[in-house]
């Protein structure tokens, strides 16, 4: 895809579908991060980073500068890139697996030492790309392809609440939130509040709820009532 001359914008020139599974809410989360760089006027300085899953489906969505990491290593990278070019916008794409799994250790740290980046975490409750097992933030009786009978949170776990645990480690100018792709634009002010906390020099968060009716298997009507039902176990709003 070529550029503008002018560099208007972060979203390719040449439109082009994206490549989420239909009703996935990664593309609602996408366009209002766009709409943000956009607003604030800061592609040129800004660089995107993703992680494998379905986050890395995003890795030719903008026209920005971008780069793909190992699986949970995306919030190290971005850090490390922030240290070595402190000028730069740095934003981490990733699935609750790549935050809260694997990566959960980077996601801590980095709020604990409140680096400069912007971090933006996909929830759809399981692991996508891979076939739809359970993840941290699978919910109790849900049913993945780890978990056929409902998960059993006696046996493996409580569901983990990202945000809420980074919140007993931020300091107190970092920004944790939580939105939905149900509500793009309230998402969408997150979004923007945290890129503007990273401009001050301080470390951001923000989750979003998404759907995923492949692996939930689940047609429209069912896909929203389940987007409703989880947005009332995970809290919305800033942390």
Known sequence: MK??????????????????CPGCGHSIVLNMLGQVIDELGIAEKTVFMVDIGCSLLAWDF???????????????????????????????????????AIGLQHTLTACLRNNPITTIVVNNTLYAMTGGQMAPTTVEGE??????????NKVLGKTLHGPEVLSWVKDKEAYLARGTSNQPLVLKNYLKKAIETQLKGNFSLVEALAACPTNWRTKARETIKRMEELEKLFKLGEI
């Open 62 to 100: 903008f026209d920005l500068a971008s780069t793909q990491t190992h699986h949970g290593r995306t919030i190290p990278t971005a850090v490390g890139f922030k240290l070595a070019d402190p000028q730069k916008i740095v934003i981490a794409y990733v699935g609750d697996g790549g935050a809260y």
């Open 3 to 20: 550029k503008s001359p002018k560099f208007p914008n972060c979203f390719k020139v040449e439109s082009k579908p994206h490549k989420f």
């Open 143 to 152: 049913i993945t392809t780890t978990t056929p009978t409902g998960k059993d």
